[in-house]
């Protein structure tokens, strides 16, 4: 029906629940037929959460009727990481020094980059290739400047706390190999951070 009065069209919602848009804040988008799926579900803004070719995902934003769909474009690595030599990122998404941060972050908002994300590897793990506190701290600092939010990927408490330690706004992905300790939990109670735990993947 309508309101005579504001000319809005009023529905009977009886039974029902009204909810806000739901935000998703960690996918890996490729296909128009993803957008429409998560507006089947009630989602209407999504988070990219890193995409080996940032123009082509740029072409799926903006879609009239479809969720808002934001992006980190490539995300930060070592060289010689896995995401570049198995996950196809781009070699230019990688950081070799704590000098060349300003440079990554450069290349994402020249990408259109609503956000930098960092892949915070643990160096424990046989085969990593962890970009280390120094160069995670740049990052973080040149994304600053640059006015964006920074995200890093985290596996383990050591991988957390030195993404938290470094700055860094948001992680995503909670400590699944290990615990964090005491002295952790104490540092994080005076310095919140945003945790997207990512419990189901």
Do not use: C
């Not at 998404?93 to 704590?98: L, M, Y």
């Amino acid at each position: 029906t309508s309101d005579q009065r504001s000319g809005a069209d009023l529905v009977d919602g009886a039974g029902g629940t009204l909810l806000p848009g739901l935000i998703d804040t960690h996918v890996h988008i490729d296909t128009v037929a993803h957008l429409e799926a998560a507006a089947e579900w009630g989602i209407t803004t999504l988070l990219d959460m890193g995409h080996e070719n940032a123009a082509q995902l740029a072409i799926l934003q903006h879609r009239s009727g479809l969720p808002t769909l934001k992006m980190a474009g490539s995300p930060a690595s070592a060289p010689n990481s896995m995401f570049v030599k198995k996950m196809g990122h781009p070699e230019n998404a990688t950081v070799a020094t704590p000098d060349d941060a300003a440079r990554f972050v450069r290349q994402r908002v020249e990408e259109n980059a609503d956000y930098i994300k960092i892949l915070v590897e643990d160096p424990h793990v046989p085969g990593s290739k962890p970009l280390g506190p120094e160069r995670v701290a740049a990052i973080i600092r040149a994304a600053h400047d640059a006015g964006l939010t920074t995200i890093a990927h985290v596996v383990s408490a050591d991988t957390l706390d030195l993404a938290v330690r470094a700055g860094v706004d948001i992680v995503t992905h909670v400590a699944l190999t290990t615990d964090p300790d005491a002295e952790f939990e104490a540092m994080l109670a005076k310095r919140p951070v945003t945790i997207i735990p990512t419990l189901t993947m």
